[in-house]
Nanobody, 121 residues
Framework: VQLQASGGGLVQAGGSLRLSCAAS????????RGWFRQAPGKEREFVAA????????NYADSVKGRFTFSRDNAKNTVYLQMNSLKPEDTAVYYC???????????????WGQGTLVTVSS
């Protein structure tokens, strides 16, 4: 497994979770990274992306101001801090890596296995 996502769980609305995605290879430190999510019965959607340096994040409008994407290249790990969670944030969250920072999942060629986030009302 090249990307290992963790940190999902059950949380009440208004609560917080932090997702992590560890890469098995140091080469991913030079890749853009992304988070996407897929809710039951819905298509996968973009959540956030970040450039290889970690200084240019990009967020979907639905999570802007609530989620923070960061990375620690020394640890080959990225993080998604999710605050003020809403029931509509319930989904399987997938981390991804690719050569280009994008909101389009097709630009990412390596995907993790997903971690489930459930937000209760």
């Amino acid at each position: 497994v090249q990307l290992q996502a963790s940190g999902g769980g059950l949380v009440q609305a208004g609560g917080s979770l932090r997702l992590s995605c560890a890469a098995s290879k140091r080469t991913f430190s030079s890749f853009a990274r992304g988070w996407f999510r897929q809710a039951p019965g819905k298509e996968r959607e973009f959540v956030a992306a970040i450039n290889w340096r970690g200084d240019i994040p990009n967020y979907a409008d639905s999570v802007k101001g609530r989620f923070t994407f960061s990375r620690d290249n020394a640890k080959n790990t990225v993080y998604l801090q999710m605050n003020s969670l809403k029931p509509e944030d319930t989904a399987v969250y997938y981390c991804a890596a690719g050569p280009k920072m994008s909101s389009n999942g097709k630009e990412f060629n390596v995907w993790g296995q997903g971690t489930l986030v459930t937000v209760s009302s």
